[in-house]
């Protein structure tokens, strides 16, 4: 169970780490490049789903890879969102971070299957 926790603990943080770099190195080429505003926010939802994808397949092991990616995959989003928020100084709920969180659970889900599998198929 702890090992399990651990597991989600580790990949929620790289999700949380790999996002915010993945944003710093966007706002360095929004600043040398004119880009329009509509730009970042798909963009940013991009970064979030790499970011848990990446996350999971270094840090989800063992069994039951679906439930902790579900978990991890939440978590992140949660964390991502409220940094964003106050990175931005605008934190604002709606329809919208469900379908953030419905995102990040699913990829979370997806890629904790596949974390999962790919470690047995190595052994």
């Known amino acids: 169970m702890r090992k399990n926790i651990f597991q989600v603990v580790k990949a929620s943080a790289a999700a949380v780490i ?28 991009v970064f979030k789903i790499l970011s848990i994808i990446a996350g999971g397949l270094i840090f989800i092991r063992g069994e039951k890879g679906w ?27 709606s329809w919208k971070f469900a379908l ?7 990829a979370g889900t997806v890629t904790g299957i596949i974390a999962v599998n790919i470690r047995r198929r190595v052994r």
């Open 18 to 45: 790999i996002s915010l770099l993945f944003v710093l190195v966007f706002t360095l080429i929004i600043q040398f490049c004119s880009l329009s505003v509509g730009v970042i926010k798909p963009v940013n939802q």
């Open 100 to 106: 953030e969180i419905l995102l990040g659970v699913v």
């Open 67 to 93: 439930i902790k990616g579900a978990v991890y995959g939440l978590i992140a989003v949660i964390i991502t969102y409220l940094l964003y928020g106050l990175i931005a100084h605008s934190l604002s709920v």
